[in-house]
């Protein structure tokens, strides 16, 4: 049988982005190739400030790059996609606090569905996450985590094909942060959701990862893309002890660590 080749779930060819502010313009990506197939979870990690929200942002549709080309599902990227959402690290203000949890997550079906079905798909997002029980009450009555959680369920009652992360766990505490991580990983598993990640921790990009994508430079290139080749039952305490998860994290480490030296003595200089 003739079958033809799967569409990778996000395409990205020699992006890249320049921002210009008050006449000074700055080069932040520099040729960025990446695929990402379907249902795989890839990891960006880099240097604070290397443009990895930037990458993320310009597959969302939310910056315009200034070179290059984005696809996702096989279609150009020109505003924010089809069958796509975005989890941001702020939930405190990813969510609105006049509205309670059910309708926060109802909120972008509100065009397209009728309130029996975003209902049903709410209470089915929320039981996904493991909220259940609270969609009566507001965003504010329920802890940093829990919003989060609320954020996320908002994004796959969408049922998104693509759902993009930038720092999604940084403003919660580390016990949260591993919960949180462990709904992802069952979460990719069991949906077959494409995911891009976008955080400052190796430890994390290497236990929710297919794939991690190295950004350094400046302008930022692909430094190292890595294969995480670690069994897909990860769990926090064996996997994190795996000696091929070690091996990796310190891989990333020591890119991560030449390219701050290198800033160093540019700085130096
Ligand atoms: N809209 C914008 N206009 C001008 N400059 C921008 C804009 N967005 C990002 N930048 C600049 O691009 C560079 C990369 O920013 P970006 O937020 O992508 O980095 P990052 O790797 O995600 O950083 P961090 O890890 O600290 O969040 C920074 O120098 C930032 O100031």
């Given at each position: 049988m003739n079958q033809s080749p799967p569409v990778s779930a996000v395409r990205i060819a020699g992006l890249q982005q320049t921002f210009v502010v008050d006449g000074v313009s700055r080069h932040v990506l520099d040729g960025i190739d990446l695929e990402i197939r379907t249902g795989e979870t890839v990891c960006v990690v880099g240097h604070s400030g290397t443009g990895k929200s930037t990458l993320l942002r310009c597959v969302a549709g939310l910056h315009r790059p200034s070179g290059g080309e984005v696809a996702v599902a096989g279609r150009a990227v020109?505003?924010?996609?089809?069958g796509l959402a975005v989890v941001f690290q702020d939930y405190g203000r990813s969510?609105?606090?006049?509205?309670?949890i059910r309708e926060n997550v109802t909120l972008p079906l509100r065009r397209t569905l009728s309130r029996q079905d975003r209902n049903a798909r709410a209470t089915e997002a929320l039981a996904a996450v493991g909220?259940?029980?609270?969609?009566?009450?507001?965003?504010?009555?329920?802890s940093g985590g829990m919003q989060q959680r609320v954020a996320i369920a908002r994004a796959l009652a969408y049922r998104p094909q693509v759902l993009l992360m930038d720092?999604?766990?940084?403003?919660?505490?580390a016990q949260t942060r591993s919960d949180l991580e462990d709904l992802v990983v069952r979460i990719a598993a069991e949906s077959g959701l494409t995911l891009m990640v976008v955080t400052h921790d190796i430890d994390e990009a290497v236990y929710l990862g297919n794939r991690v994508v190295v950004l350094a430079g400046?302008?930022?290139?692909?430094a190292a893309d890595l294969e995480?080749?670690?069994?897909?039952?990860?769990?926090q305490l064996t996997t994190k002890a795996d000696p091929e998860f070690l091996r990796l994290r310190g891989e990333v480490m020591s890119l991560i660590r030449r390219e701050t030296a290198s800033i160093a003595e540019r700085v130096s200089a």
């Open positions: 020109a505003g924010p996609p089809e969510l609105m606090p006049w509205l309670r909220l259940e029980g609270v969609e009566r009450l507001y965003p504010w009555q329920v720092e999604p766990f940084a403003s919660v505490d400046k302008p930022a290139r692909i995480v080749d670690l069994p897909s039952g990860r769990d």
